[in-house]
């Protein structure tokens, strides 16, 4: 009983350390829509968070992160969402939640002692190259190839829907370095730098409007064997080892943050209007639903690996956003000044068709659902 009480005076205590100082820190003016004016804001938050000792929550202590429990991550996220802190879905997530987390696993000491440092600064912005024109969720079947020279791979292909490319200084890149293999054997996971010769990054205008998604061309580009992280065709294994650093927690911010949004929608909601008032209604009972499911599911792979459910926890959030934003057009209408801007309820409706496609399609999700949770057979071919 009394361990159960100061574990609990413990997280009290956190909780407002937290609160304290986001209230304090919090930007107040909002993130602009792109370019290089957002890696500046996104870098200048990143940085702040560092001076205050906030930045790499789950990371280990050894390599500068804070090594938090996911009990106190958690709260962190609580806070982060109550604060309207800026989106953690921002040009910093590849960095801190995919690259940093693999360099950390597979990383050599080499890489690990210069990329780490500056990430958790906030002196570096990272991208993705992994989806292609022919192959998005299908890992498997990349194109872009690597021909390794001497201590040089030499890469020629195409990648798209790299968020952030344009302002990125890094790429996490997955290339096809076996070009007599078909599965993901022939795959390796590279450092590249993003201002090497032979690179060209085209911008790509969403229908929400910003340029946040960008097509990425390799012409020939020459990148030294020593930025292969996890070994040259094991590439798979090595983009697959992020997994056990998520624990369900990566997109804790914007789900709770989601939530207090349905409940300011409810507030505004008329009383005249029932149905609308029903329908919010039940969108805030499915919002509490995933929010406990993600609670769970977080706390559970504290100590283990996570399973297939963190599909459901994906396919869940994604559907809701969608579900969310639609019902705030219905309640302001579309010329509505809470709908029109970059920070309004149009640009999150436009911009939430995309939460079904990214990070593995919802076909994609579902199917994970039916073969690792359910145990259903695989359908035909």
Known sequence: MGTHSANEDSIGAFRREARTWLEANVPHEPSPEDGPASRDYVLAWQRKQAQGGWAGLAWPKEVGGRGLSVLEQIVWFEEYARASAPSPLNASFVALNHAGPTLIACGSPEQKAFHLPKILAGEVIWCQGFSEPGAGSDLASVRTRGRVEGDTLIIDGHKIWSSFADIADWQELLIRTDPSAKTSAALTWVICPMNLPGITVRPIRTMAGPHKYCEVFYDSVRVPLSNVVGGVNNGWATAMSTLSFERGTAGLALLIGLTIKVEHLLAACPAHRSELRLRLGRLRAEGQSIRAMTYRFAL???????????????????????????????????????????????????????????GGTAEIQRNIIAERVLGLPKGPR
């Open 300 to 358: 559970d792979s504290e100590n283990s690996v996570p399973d297939a459910s963190g599909s459901m926890i994906r396919l869940s959030f994604a559907e809701f956003s969608q579900r969310v934003t639609a019902a705030a057009i219905d309640l302001y209408g579309i010329d509505a000044p809470e709908v029109a801007g970059m920070h309004g309820w149009g640009h999150d409706y436009l911009d939430a068709f995309s939460e079904t496609i990214a």
